[in-house]
C-alpha cells in the first residue's frame, strides 16, 4: 500500500511526464482544428498518396499540400508524444492501474487513426471513414486528456458515502450529476459528428438560412434533412450541455477546477451559438465553418475535463461549497 502511495506522489512529481502528456493535449487539439481547416479548404486531396506527398517527404509548396501535410506531421508528432508517454508510465509507474490503462489505450487508438488517416486518403475520402477517423481522433483527445488529469493529482480525500463508478470511487451525491455529465458529453460528440458527416456529404452548405432551412420547417430534399438533422441535434446539445454545467455549478463540495470547467462550459456554449449562426450569415465562410468545428472540439475537451475533475482525488482545501 505504501509503495503505491509513494509512487503516486512520484507520478505527481514527474515534470517530464506531465510535460508531454500536456504537450499531446495541445498537439491532439491543434491536429483535429487542423484537420477542420483541412476539410473546410478542400485540402483532404492536397497529397493523393500516403503517407508520402506526392511520393516525396517533402510536400511541393502547394496551398492545399501544404495544409494536408501540416495535419499529417501534426498527427505523427502526437503518436510520438504519446508513445514516449506511455513508455514513461510503463517504465516508472506500472502499478497506477488508471494511468497505465489510459495511456496505453491512447497509444493503441493514435496508431490506429493514423492507419485510417491513410484509409482516407487512398479511399479517395468516404464520408463514412472520415466519419470514424474523427470519431476516434476525439476518443484520443478524452483518453489524454484523462491520463493528464490522473497523473497530475494523487492525494487522497474522504469521500462520504462512497460509490463505485468504472474504475473509479466518487462521492454518492455526485454519482447522478456525473452520469449526467458524460450524457451530455457524449451529446456533444454526436452533435459534432453529425456536423462533420454532413459536410463530407455536401450538406453543409445546402441551408442558406438559420434557423430553418430556406425559411421552410419541412427540408425540402434529402441533403436538405441531413443538413437539419445536425441543427437539431446540436440545438438540443447546447441545452443538455447548458443544463449539465449548471448542474454542477449547484452542486456541493466540487473543486475550484470543476466549477471553472463549468462556467467555462457555459461561455462556450453561446460562443457556439454565435458561431453557429454565422455560417449561413456569412454564406459559409471558411473561417466560419473551421471555428465552428473547432468551438465543438472545445466543448467535448472541456466536458471530458468535467468528467475528469469529478473522479479526479482533490485536496480540501480546493472544495467550494456552492449552495
Known sequence: MNSTKNENLDIFRDKVLIFFLILSIITVISQITLGGIVRVTGSGDGCPDWPKCYDSWIPPFEYHALIEYAHRTLGASLGIFIFISTSIVWIKYRRNSSVIRLVTLSSVLVFIVGMIGGVVVLSELSPSIRT????????????????????????????????????????????????????????????????????????????????????????????????????????????????????????????????????????????????????????????????????????????????????????????????
Open 132 to 323: 470514424l477517423h474523427l470519431t476516434l481522433a476525439q476518443m484520443v483527445t478524452a483518453l489524454v486528456i484523462l491520463s493528464y488529469i490522473y497523473s497530475t493529482y494523487t492525494f487522497n480525500l474522504p469521500i462520504n458515502k462512497s460509490s463505485k463508478w468504472l474504475w473509479s470511487k466518487i462521492d454518492k451525491d455526485h454519482k447522478s450529476i456525473l452520469n449526467f455529465t458524460v450524457f451530455a458529453a457524449i451529446f456533444t460528440l454526436v452533435a459534432l459528428l453529425s456536423g462533420s458527416y454532413a459536410v463530407w456529404k455536401e450538406a453543409g452548405t445546402v441551408c442558406s438560412s438559420w434557423p430553418l432551412c430556406g425559411g421552410s420547417i419541412i427540408p425540402q430534399s434529402y441533403l436538405a434533412w441531413i443538413h437539419m438533422f445536425h441543427r437539431f441535434i446540436s440545438i438540443l446539445s447546447v441545452f443538455v450541455v447548458f443544463f449539465a454545467c449548471y448542474k454542477v455549478l449547484k452542486t456541493e463540495k466540487i473543486s475550484k477546477h470543476l466549477r471553472f470547467a463549468s462556467i467555462s462550459g457555459i461561455g462556450l456554449i453561446f460562443a457556439q451559438i454565435i458561431m453557429g449562426a454565422a455560417n449561413p450569415l456569412t454564406t459559409f465562410e471558411q473561417w466560419a465553418r473551421a471555428g465552428h468545428l473547432s468551438l465543438a472540439t472545445l466543448i467535448w475537451v472541456n466536458m471530458v475535463f468535467m468528467i475528469g475533475f469529478f473522479l479526479k482525488p482533490t485536496k480540501a482545501s480546493e472544495i467550494n461549497n456552492i449552495k
